[in-house]
């Protein structure tokens, strides 16, 4: 599993309009999301905004964090649609 990629925080504010999710991102931040991007060849990146546990009043209520999964190579999908179609064929019945 790749390590975790922690950049920046957000807090919800509530406004005459709403809420608003307000994201914060340094240079540093915006710098380990590029330095990820180019590492694994990447032409865009997906972030997760993440609840705190204990979120402290007047602070960041949330955190970030760049989402680094990667589909499994061996996982093989054409098993499951030949598994579906199979099924398609017969009458229905699991036996």
Sequence with gaps: MADKIYCGNAKIRTTQFGDVTQLSLSTDDINKIVGHMKSEKL?????????????????????????????????????????NSQEAEGDGLPF
């Excluded at 204990?54 to 990667?70: F, I, R, S």
Aim: net charge neutral; charged share 35%.
């Design 43 to 83: 032409t865009w990146v997906n972030i997760n905004v993440k609840e705190k546990r204990e979120p402290v009043q007047g602070k960041p209520t949330h955190y970030l964090e760049v989402d680094t999964w990667k589909p499994d190579p061996n996982y093989k999908q054409d098993e499951g649609v030949k598994l």
